[in-house]
């Protein structure tokens, strides 16, 4: 059973950059068909696809995020990771990884992560 | 970029009657669209894939219907333990995105 965990700052303020890990288990990044992928939910709002990276370090992110998000993977510790810099209380969100693979709907997630933007 | 617009925003429905939730894709994702039920705390369920695929454990209740760009969720008899949150998503092969709709809240009447 894969698990998913996500780690990070829960407090950051703004204009700086928020950085989120997740740890996967029972399963190895490198070498999988599988994309890794976060989606936050602000709260009180809905689901918000932020983006996806491959093992090899290809990434897409949606449109509005582009020019503030980095996704990478690091395959020697199993983990992958989420940069958002200029962070406002927008950004104040639960963020969640997850395991995704192309043409089929998320099949796991993190427990979720909070993150609060704010001074 | 795809957009997918879910209505209505809010339904109200009694306990024991029949709900319908659409969600419109702003371009053909053919049949690659879920739907995910959210309750207050937890993370999304996965309810539907394929547009009409009952996920693992998912009562017979829980039907999607639809292809290309409208689609159709119906409960068929409102349990009291399905008045959540419902999104749909869809699932692109290339460029690979995973977008949502903003969400329907069942609420009881």
């Known amino acids: 059973q894969v698990q998913l965990q996500e780690s990070g700052p829960g407090l950051v303020k703004p204009s700086e950059t928020l950085s989120l890990t997740c740890s996967v288990s029972?399963?190895?990044?490198?070498?999988?068909?599988?994309?890794w992928g976060w989606i936050r939910q602000p709260p009180g709002k809905g689901l918000e696809w932020i983006g996806a990276?491959?093992?090899?370090?290809?990434?897409y992110y949606r449109t509005s995020l582009k020019s503030r998000v980095t996704m990478s993977v690091d395959t020697s510790k199993n983990q992958f990771s989420l940069k958002l810099t200029s962070v406002t209380a927008a950004d104040t969100a639960i963020y969640y990884c997850?395991?995704?693979?192309?043409?089929?709907?998320?099949?796991?997630w993190g427990q979720g992560t909070l993150v609060i933007v704010s001074s | 970029e795809m957009v997918l617009t879910q209505s209505p925003a809010t339904l109200s429905v009694s306990p024991g009657e029949r709900a319908t939730l659409s969600c419109r894709a702003s371009?053909?994702?053919?049949?690659?669209l879920a739907w995910y039920q959210q309750k207050p705390g937890q993370a999304p369920r996965l309810l539907i894939y394929?547009?009409?695929t009952r996920a693992s454990g998912i009562p017979a209740r829980f039907s999607g219907s639809g292809s290309g760009t409208e689609f159709t969720l119906t409960i068929s008899s409102l349990q009291s333990e399905d008045f959540a949150v419902y999104y749909c998503?869809?699932?692109?092969?290339?460029?690979?995105?995973?977008?949502f709709g903003q969400g329907t809240r069942v609420e009881i009447k």
């Open positions: 371009q053909s994702v053919s049949s690659n």
């Open positions: 029972a399963g190895s990044i490198s070498g999988s068909p599988y994309y």
């Open positions: 394929g547009a009409s």
């Open positions: 997850t395991r995704l693979l192309t043409q089929r709907p998320v099949d796991y």
């Open positions: 990276v491959f093992y090899t370090g290809s990434a």
């Open positions: 998503q869809q699932y692109n092969n290339w460029p690979p995105t995973w977008m």
